[in-house]
């Protein structure tokens, strides 16, 4: 079983930053890609960034020279700094990873979400 805990969600102010983490733990033999998604109410989770094994990066547009996501390979961990925040920015901020355990299986998890809101 492999469990992602998210932690630095908090509330910030519009132009301010945070700094999100991210943790795999669990049976974990070594894990791909890791990524970012967030949530409004009422509208679908949306990615907002992700990051290979390679330390490719991808990014929506809307976040594009504003948030920078980075991994840490041998401590399971992924970040996401998150800089000239806005009041869009206001979600519920899910990681998602993907990779083998212990066993050999593949899995894709989800961690329980942080709260990330932006006052303007």
């Known amino acids: 079983q492999v469990r992602l805990v998210e932690s630095g969600g908090n509330l910030a102010q519009a132009g301010g930053s945070l700094r999100l983490s991210c943790v795999a733990s669990?049976?974990?033999?070594?894990?791909?890609?890791m990524g970012w998604f967030r949530q409004t109410p009422g509208k679908q989770r949306e990615m907002v960034a992700t990051?290979?094994?390679?330390?490719?990066?991808n990014y929506a547009d809307s976040v594009k020279g504003r948030f920078t996501i980075s991994r840490d390979t041998a401590k399971n961990t992924t970040y996401l700094q998150m800089n000239s925040l806005k009041a869009e920015d206001t979600a519920v901020y899910y990681c998602?990873?993907?990779?083998?355990?212990?066993?050999?299986?593949?899995?894709?998890?989800w961690g329980q979400g942080t709260q990330v809101t932006v006052s303007s």
């Open positions: 998602n990873a993907d990779g083998l355990t212990r066993h050999g299986h593949t899995f894709a998890s």
């Open positions: 669990g049976r974990v033999s070594s894990v791909r890609t």
């Open positions: 990051i290979t094994t390679d330390r490719a990066t």
